[in-house]
């Protein structure tokens, strides 16, 4: 299975967006990943639909939009006519998961569940072979820039015993929080599918340098 690198543009230069984006297109990415916080459910504020539809213009990266917001079935429809490819949502704020997996996979998208670190996969059980992925954070999410929570290794390999025991070898296995050049090749060794990178991405001192050399090494 082919490993795919997401930079999330959490960390960009938002004065130099358009230009940082293609930059990564160019560098080799494979998908942009963009994370959206609403003040509530995570305690910070991000952007939300007008944004990606204008990145939507100038890119043809896969969009990987990761809702941190409260409530997503009554603003997910915005998110689909966005341009959003993928969507990931947290199982805490959903009151009908299932429901809205389904409707995010009825509007071609691929639909994802997103477990913070202290959420447990339990959670999964009944939704797993619904899934287009899983999104594993390894940090607390809400700012960028924060350091790998070691103890999600063994969540990843729990991951994806429970993954190959259910026969759901389809769902990808994303990563997210504190992925640099130091680590990211022993997480593509556990198993990581898609590895999500901000600061160690839009902070290097060479953007396009930095992301031939993480695909190099995943």
């Not at 769902?171 to 022993?186: A, S």
Request: with cysteine; aromatic share 6%.
């Amino acid at each position: 299975m082919k490993k795919l690198l997401a930079p999330s543009i959490l960390s960009a230069d938002f004065t130099h967006l358009k230009a940082q984006i293609e930059e990564t297109e160019k560098a080799g990415a494979d998908i942009l990943h963009l994370d959206v916080m609403d003040g509530h459910f995570v305690p910070n504020l991000t952007f939300g639909p007008p944004l990606i539809s204008q990145i939507r213009s100038i890119t043809n990266l896969t969009l990987d939009v990761h809702l941190m917001i409260s409530n997503p079935e009554n603003t997910i429809d915005s998110y689909i006519e966005s341009g959003a490819d993928w969507i990931s949502v947290h199982p805490e704020t959903v009151r009908h998961l299932h429901r809205l997996i389904t409707h995010i996979k009825s509007g071609k998208r691929k639909a994802g569940v997103v477990l913070n670190p202290s959420t447990p996969l339990v959670l999964l059980e009944d939704i797993l072979e619904e899934l287009d992925f899983v999104l594993l954070m390894s940090v607390n999410p809400g700012y960028g820039g924060q350091a790998f929570i070691a103890g999600v290794k063994e969540k990843i390999t729990r991951f994806i015993e429970m993954r190959a025991k259910r026969n759901c070898e389809h769902v990808l296995l994303e990563l997210d929080g504190g992925i640099g050049l130091n680590n990211i090749k022993e997480l593509a060794t556990l198993g990581v599918d898609v590895f999500v990178a901000g600061s160690a991405v839009y902070h290097s001192f060479n953007i396009q340098e930095t992301i031939k050399e993480m695909k190099q090494l995943i």
